[in-house]
């Protein structure tokens, strides 16, 4: 027998314990009071503040104008763009940004990209409230190392995007459907507390992660 | 002649804690980090009441997950093949480190950056590769500074626990070219990132652990703070995940309940800096992540620990090192007395059926029975009683026990010792004949006592049993 099967054939001859019935998930997060949009923004923009990322409240019309003058202030120069729709409009308004294009880049210039972009900007596919975290599904637009390596990452999220906690982002977009390669939960720049519990920011990934938190536009 | 090492915990122990004991800085970074820690996961968990009904959850689906282990197992195993993840399995350390060698020699591979995995050092993987003519680079901070120090985790959520910055500065004063002595943390972590960011470009290989695997979707689930996790399971061209069998999940939504207890009773965090759900390598039109992607499943003993109904709790554990935390013992003699990959109750308990009861038994007399570590287990594991358990099967006769090792630390002296008492309790006659003739051979107890005297004076029978006193004062009345 291989190693699977005997693994299997020992796990089958295990007498049986007592029942195990399948948990009530849905039922412990069903008892919890719920939140409404104003509340969800507020404790997603507290939650997440408190793991040391930033939070800029915009409308969307306004936010490439907000990111050129965050990246001014921060003295960002080079930024890595994907290929959506919101990349394209930031490259319109350029400024004094350089933009490195991940697409056009390829997948053999790691080198460069580790060391000398200094921001990346993605969108958030939604956010949740309870634990202040972004959540990213990576696809060809916007590839994954787009939000781990360059030291600063600037999110897009959409203001009414913002769920109460994790289970009901995955039961609402119906994840167990059909997950995609890497799905992402971010909460917050890159940590460690590794030496003698001292934290410290920017251990591998981001150093800073910059929130634009885009509501529809004023009337 | 050199003699083969026998990797052999149980000898060493008692030396090992008595060195620990009498070490005034690891006392104090243990003391230090624990009380910490504590506070943390103490503020964490305001609402005893929710926290009890969220372990009894959290309970729930690791029992219900254990209970269908093996369906679940070959559902994950479908799911993970469609999703064009390569599953292999392994029933000892030896089988799973040659699936990782033979992965890398086919890929060429000159160098593995690893995430943090208590699996690999469970399996001597670093060892395995480096003789191999592999390099192999730990980069969570903390395992870099084990590493570089050349020892081992001393706490499995915490690697470096004890060590404290004045050492971690010397070290890399000593050991990485062109660094000055520096006991600022934030440089010594942009120090480290700088030296690990050149090999997570270069390497070959990233090689991770699991936290779930959820055999609904055929997803990883990978949880940290750092990101060097998600760097080795996204820039190399190859990545390697390897777990215990027991890890897995059935829905994907219990992931998002166990998550609220692994980090909140870990560290005392309400969540984690990055929680990753792999379920594919790159498809086609993807820009990175990687064109190869395993997991290896391995067995090491667990089957031994679901043989048995009650044992198998064991394998509800979620590795949130809450029961080390909250250990007095583990608090005083840190990780490395153990001489286990896991330290402090877990390891006391599951160690057994790694490495067998003959060379762990001491371990699990390495408790007061306090009960601490049951008590903030987020899955509620009876650990204590599992490790009650384990004394008796070290005591056992063969015949009695299917556990590797049992009867190990059996004495026939000891063994007679116990059967006697049985006996003298069993009949009132004979109880009071032998408390009669104890307290009036008191003289001749002898002065050596085995493991009592070793640090405590002889037990002497008090001159007057109870009965005795009694029946004085019956009669003074
Ligand atoms: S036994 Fe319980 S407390 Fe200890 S590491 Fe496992 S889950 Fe955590």
Known sequence: MNARDSILARLRAAPAGDPAPLPDVAGWYAAMPRLDAAERLARFKAAIEASHAEVHETYRSLWPDLLLSIAEQKGLRRFLVGGTPEAALLRSRRGALDFIDYEHAGIDWRDEMFANVDASLTNARCALADTGSLVLWPDSREPRMMSLVPPVHFVLLDASAIHQHLYEAMNKEGWADGMPTNAVVISGPSKTADIQQTLAYGAHGPKEVVVLLCRENQE | ?477
């Open chain 2, 1 to 477: 002649m050199s003699q083969p090492i026998h990797f052999h915990p149980s000898s060493g122990f008692d030396q090992r804690s008595r060195e620990a004991m009498n070490d005034l800085h690891l006392r104090r970074s243990f003391r230090g980090a624990m009380d910490f820690l504590q506070a943390k996961r103490r503020a964490q968990f305001t609402d005893a009441n929710e926290l009890s009904r969220l372990r009894d959850l959290g309970e729930a689906i690791r029992r219900h997950a254990l209970a269908n282990l093996p369906q679940l197992l070959e559902e994950l195993e479908s799911r993970l093949s469609r999703n064009g993840v390569q599953v292999h399995w392994a029933q000892t350390p030896e089988e799973a480190r040659a699936i990782v060698l033979e992965i890398a020699k086919r890929k060429e591979a000159k160098s593995v950056v690893k995430g943090k995995s208590m699996v690999s050092e469970e399996i001597g993987l670093n060892h395995a590769l480096e003789a191999a003519g592999i390099d192999a680079l730990e980069t969570d901070m903390g395992e870099y500074i084990v590493q570089l120090a050349g020892e081992a985790p001393s706490h499995i959520i915490m690697p470096a626990i004890h060590k404290t910055k004045q050492q971690i500065a010397e070290l890399f004063a000593a050991k990485l070219p062109g660094v000055a002595y520096t006991e600022n943390v934030d440089e010594l972590i942009r120090i480290g990132r700088e030296v690990l960011r050149k090999k997570f470009a270069t390497a070959d290989i990233g090689l991770s652990g699991v936290n779930f695997m959820v055999a609904e979707t055929g997803t990883l689930f990978l949880v940290e703070n750092e990101g060097n996790g998600r760097m080795c399971t996204t820039v190399p061209k190859v990545h390697i995940a390897i777990t215990g069998i027991e890890k897995v999940v059935a829905k994907l939504d219990h992931v998002a309940i166990l998550n609220t207890l692994l980090p909140r009773s870990a560290t005392g965090q309400p969540v984690e800096t990055y929680q990753n759900f792999i379920s594919s390598p790159r498809k086609p039109g993807e820009l990175d992540g990687p064109d190869e992607v395993h997991l290896i499943l391995l067995d090491n003993g667990r089957t031994q620990a679901y043989g048995d109904v009650q044992l198998r709790a064991t394998l509800q554990c979620i590795r949130c090192g809450a029961c080390m935390n909250h250990c007095p013992v583990y608090a005083r003699i840190g990780g490395h007395a153990y001489g286990t990959t896991y330290p402090g109750p877990i390891g006391a308990i599951i160690s057994p059926h790694l490495l067998g009861l003959g060379a762990t038994h001491r371990l699990a007399t390495a408790s007061t029975l306090c009960g601490a570590c049951a008590e903030v287990c987020p899955v509620r594991i009876p650990i204590t009683d599992l490790l009650v358990r384990l004394r008796n099967e070290a005591q056992a006769a063969d015949a009695d026990s299917s556990l590797r090792g049992a009867g190990e630390s059996r004495k026939p002296l000891v063994s007679i010792l116990f059967r006697a008492w049985a006996l003298v309790y069993r009949y009132p006659t004979l109880y009071r004949l032998s408390t009669w003739l104890m307290s009036r051979g008191r003289a001749f107890m002898p002065g050596y006592q085995g493991a009592w005297t070793g640090i405590r004076t002889p037990l002497i029978p008090a001159k007057k049993r109870l009965r005795d006193l009694m029946a004085e004062r019956q009669r003074t009345n």
